[in-house]
């Protein structure tokens, strides 16, 4: 069985995230989301809010096989030891590209069979990252058509702001 890992914050969870899973979900047997902690981020939802909200967007993709974990620590440890075949990173721009590949070659370096796929974001959502979205909730600006619809309607129930940069 052909696992597939896409880490990332998912704080909240986007529109260009929600076309990541449906698109590399048709690459493998098992997509695994996971919710990567980052100690130098103040998050705006809980990883339990997180799962609770990629569940609920994800729960009506026809023939999706998701898992949603969290972790800490190197990506490359968690590949090796859970024995994943590959990890999908989602680019939007040439930045994404400049930051993303040095990433990847140092998880080669940590772990020889490491791979790394890179999915381009759909156009109508390469705009959109999940800072954007906290510095538009930071200015009570619009963010409908941004994420997912109940990420949109949790923010609205629980007054949700974003913290600015």
């Known amino acids: 069985m052909k696992k597939f890992l896409y880490p990332g914050s998912f704080d909240p969870l986007t529109n260009g995230h ?3 899973i ?9 997509l695994v989301v996971g919710i990567v902690t980052n100690s130098s981020k103040k998050p705006l ?13 994800t729960e009506n ?3 999706l096989d998701l898992e949603i974990v969290d972790f800490s620590g190197l990506l490359a440890d968690y590949v ?5 075949a590959c990890i999908v990173r989602g680019l939007r721009d040439v930045p994404d590209f400049m930051s993303e590949m040095p990433r990847a070659y140092t998880n080669q ?20 990252s999940s800072s954007a ?8 600006g619009n963010i409908d058509g941004l994420v997912p619809e109940n990420v949109l309607e949790y923010i609205k129930q629980h007054s949700i702001r974003g913290q600015q940069k």
């Open 22 to 30: 449906k698109r590399a979900s048709k690459l493998c047997d098992t």
């Open 80 to 84: 090796r030891e859970n024995d994943i």
């Open 45 to 57: 939802f809980t990883v339990e809010e997180r799962k609770m909200l990629i569940r609920q967007a």
């Open 109 to 128: 370096y940590l772990y020889e069979g490491f791979e790394t796929m890179f999915l381009l974001t759909d156009i109508n959502h390469s705009y959109v």
């Open 133 to 140: 979205i906290k510095e538009i909730l930071y200015f009570d």
């Open 18 to 20: 929600l076309d990541i």
């Open 61 to 63: 993709i026809e023939g």
